[in-house]
């Protein structure tokens, strides 16, 4: 799995930005700064779009929690595949434990 920007994660644990950004998918994650919008950052196979274009999923990254916007082309089952696939990297370690919700709603990869 493809991970950009991994070291938008590090300030987010220190407790010196209170979030980062995820754009990913099954073929990997692109993280962001907190001020840059999911939009404006593409890698191959992984876009995020307005009004569900793209074919990535958006969302935030706090300490203790992430949460995944809706796009609906990714059914619940996806997001809790693609989101246990993204707790095996390295980088998501901390993230383990984390609050995990798609849509507002807890899930469980």
Request: with cysteine; hydrophobic share 40%; aromatic share 8%.
């Amino acid at each position: 799995m493809l991970v950009i920007g991994a070291e938008n994660l590090a300030p987010v644990l220190a407790g010196d930005r209170h979030d980062a950004k995820l754009v990913f998918n099954e073929r990997g994650v692109i993280i962001l700064p907190g001020d840059r919008q999911h939009r404006e950052c593409k890698a191959e196979g992984i876009s995020y779009e307005d009004n569900y274009v793209g074919n990535a999923l958006a969302a935030m990254i706090r300490r203790d929690a992430i949460e995944i916007r809706y796009h609906k082309s990714f059914t619940d089952r996806d997001v809790i595949r693609i989101v246990a696939a993204l707790l095996t990297l390295d980088a998501f370690e901390p993230w383990r434990d984390a609050n995990i919700t798609y849509q507002g709603r807890p899930i469980e990869p």
